[in-house]
């Protein structure tokens, strides 16, 4: 697999401001990151025990189960979007953009195949306002997931920001279901499939338009920030 080459006049760009910006503070730098990761997870953990770990009646090792699914695919996905490795390009924007779209339908699939062996979680169905709270309570615990990635990624691709915007969005909308499965006990297909799968694919949509903006490498980008 092989990374995009940047463009002659943008690799110039990159590389003359680069040689402009005086080097930041390795260990400052490493203490910002770490400090937006501990805000992130700090807030997601208070804003989960301000609505409270609930079963809703399903057994306990259905929940583990599907929780455990939950956290490895957000996990899976936030490494996808933020890790750059020895090039400080990161994935491939076909592997970006691949794991941007696959999130939702993988999580989906999970919990209804952890479904098989307790059929009887899926039943009742969800009202209405029941899928609305879900999906308003599944979109503010992606939120604190959000910033603390934008905030690692932020002007930091000069290659491909579309797709590193759409897998960083999809990473805290699936830790923000993570949280909500948690909480929520109503296991009916649609209710999963619209209240707290679907803000993954929101998103993602959101974070492939937003994406140039906030994480292309523009004249205004600090490095190492």
């Known amino acids: ?9 943008l690799r110039e760009r990159v590389l003359a401001k680069a040689r ?24 997601s ?40 490795g020895l090039t400080m390009l990161g994935h491939t924007r076909r592997v970006l953009v691949f794991a941007a779209l696959a999130a939702a339908p993988v999580v989906l699939a999970w919990v ?22 879900c999906l308003i309570a599944t979109s503010v615990l992606s939120l604190a997931p959000l910033f603390a990635l934008g905030y690692l990624r932020r002007g930091s691709d000069p290659v491909h920001p579309r797709a590193t915007g759409a897998a960083t969005f999809a990473s805290a909308g699936a830790w923000g279901g993570a949280l909500i499965d948690l909480h929520c006990g109503i296991v009916h297909p649609v209710h999963v499939a619209l209240a707290h799968v679907m803000p993954i694919a929101v998103f993602a949509a959101l974070g492939a338009v937003l994406g ?7 004249s205004k980008t600090r490095s190492g920030c």
Request: glycine share 10%; hydrophobic share 55%; aromatic share 4%.
């Open 1 to 9: 697999m092989t990374h995009t080459r940047l463009p002659a006049e």
């Open 20 to 43: 402009g910006t005086p080097s930041p503070d390795a260990r400052a730098v490493a203490r910002r990151r770490r400090a937006a990761v501990a805000l992130g997870a700090g807030t």
């Open 45 to 84: 953990v208070a804003l989960l025990a301000a609505l409270g770990i609930t079963l809703g009646g399903r057994p306990l090792p259905f929940v583990a189960l599907s929780a455990a699914g939950w956290a490895l695919l957000a996990a899976a996905t936030t490494w996808t979007a933020a890790h750059r």
């Open 112 to 133: 209804m195949a952890c479904t098989l062996g307790w059929p009887d979680v899926r039943e009742p169905a969800a009202g209405a306002t029941a899928n609305v709270a």
């Open 212 to 218: 140039a903006r906030l994480f292309g490498v523009t």
